[in-house]
């Protein structure tokens, strides 16, 4: 078998003779090699990943070079790669050739590819950066449920580096942004979501959707949490006594099940004198969650002292009807993407319908996301949804921002 090394110094001896013209580093897996080996012995394994080799290589150009990079995967050099198109031509060739089960194996076996593709020059200048950035898009893939990916800075799980998040926390430099909640039925604010944003000097304006995830793999998530209970109950403090809002933090499921989380919200709220009764905690089921019955647990201990639990972008993940059955929620977060859909999907709306109707029946409150014209909001608000959420009723601010708004506005009254 071809080694790391010896890809990577073919790899580099091109890079040296391309003199700068473009080619593409494919990384491409085949999940279901695997359990050939395993159903049908190794013998019969390793004669499929042959001809899965032989399959690649006689898909592509005689000048692309295939190199095996372990039993499931393979690098496939793609030289004088003339746009992006083309290496995207290469993948379909590839998809196209694995469309027939593989012939030769004991009984012919139907696997799929699922592939990462980087450019030189622009995704990076070494055999090593090229291949890790090709292998971060083949993640991506596997998360999206696609084939292929070319890699994109802003949209691979990018390369946030550890200290950097871990300063920029540190020296509290991220921001705290509120989004509003609006009551739809009695159609006046009923409180904000609370949402981080960080402004990074490497990597611009950074999306909580990929350093969230990031944290989440590190302690940085443990971090993070304390740092956004803390910040928005300091907001919070700011509002006169008597408002009736509700904030909504966001938990990773992986910090519950982290010793000290309750004792922690519970001394941040006695810290800023927010009553637990504002404070509620949203958890998002796309993200598994280690230990169900150690969350279950904390989620309990939170609704004890008063604290309100929602599900988060319910109707998603593969975990809604598990999390509804075991969190004690007090409310459900319907995903953006069915509300988004709603209005040109006759039957997504009955889904929204049927979602609210189901929530109630279990005394759960509803919030639809993503609310982003007054058609819908009318729809929701006809469905009998609590709350919404969403570019019409309002964009996330500066949290200092929304608080003024909101005093200000008490003021004039
Ligand atoms: P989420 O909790 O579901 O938050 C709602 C997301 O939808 C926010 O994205 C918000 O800006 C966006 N959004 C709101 N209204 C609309 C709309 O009308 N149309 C569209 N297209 N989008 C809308 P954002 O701020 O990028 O956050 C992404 C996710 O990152 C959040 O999803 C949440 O799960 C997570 N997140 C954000 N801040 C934190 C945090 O401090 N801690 C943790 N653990 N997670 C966070
Ligand atoms: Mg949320
Ligand atoms: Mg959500």
Not at 155 to 162: A, G, R, S, W
Not at 196 to 222: K, M, Y
């Amino acid at each position: 078998m071809l080694n790391r090394e010896h890809i990577f110094s073919e790899i580099e001896a091109h890079i040296q003779a391309s003199a700068g013209e473009r080619f593409a580093v494919l990384v491409l897996r085949v999940p279901g090699l695997r359990e050939i080996s395993l159903r049908f012995g190794y013998a019969q394994g390793e004669q499929a990943e042959d001809m899965a080799q032989t399959l690649i290589q006689h898909s592509l150009r005689p000048i692309d070079r295939v190199f095996r990079a372990g039993d499931d995967s393979f690098v496939v050099l793609l030289p004088a790669m003339l746009s992006y198109n083309h290496a995207l031509l290469a993948s379909t060739r590839l998809i196209q050739a694995f469309e027939q089960p593989l012939a030769g194996t004991a009984s012919p076996w139907l696997v799929r590819p699922v592939m990462g593709i980087a450019l030189f020059p622009e995704h990076g200048p070494s055999a090593d950066r090229l291949c890790r950035r090709a292998g971060m898009a083949l993640d991506e893939a596997q998360r999206r449920g696609e084939l292929c990916v070319v890699y994109q800075p802003h949209d691979t799980q990018i390369e946030i580096f550890y200290d950097e998040l871990r300063e920029a926390l540190d020296a509290n430099r991220l921001q705290v942004f509120f989004q509003p909640i609006w009551n739809l039925q009695e159609n006046r604010i009923a409180g904000a979501e609370s949402l981080a944003r960080w402004s990074s000097v490497n990597h611009g304006e950074v999306s909580p959707a990929n350093f969230v995830p990031f944290s989440e793999q590190s302690d940085l998530i443990s971090v993070l949490t304390r740092w956004s209970v803390n910040t928005t109950l300091r907001h919070v403090a700011n509002l006169p006594r008597d408002q009736n809002l509700g904030f909504a933090i966001n938990f990773s499921p992986r910090v519950l099940s982290r010793p000290g989380m309750v004792e922690q919200l519970i001394g941040a709220l006695e810290i800023w004198g927010v009553p637990a009764t504002s404070v509620i905690v949203e958890i998002t089921e796309t993200t598994l969650v280690n230990d169900l019955d150690l969350s279950v647990q904390v989620l309990r201990r939170l609704r004890d002292h008063g604290i309100r639990i929602a599900i988060d972008d319910f109707g998603t993940g593969y975990a809604s009807i598990a999390y509804l059955r075991q969190f004690p929620a007090t409310e459900l977060k319907i995903d953006q993407s069915l509300v988004a859909a709603m209005h040109s999907e006759p039957h997504t709306g009955k889904l929204v319908r049927a979602i609210i109707n189901m929530a109630h029946h279990m005394d759960l409150a509803t919030t639809a996301e993503g609310i982003e014209d007054a058609a819908t909001q009318a729809q929701l608000a006809d469905m009998g949804c609590d709350y919404g959420q969403g570019f019409h009723l309002g964009r996330p601010q500066p949290a200092a921002e929304f608080i003024a708004q909101f005093i200000a506005a008490g003021t004039s009254r």
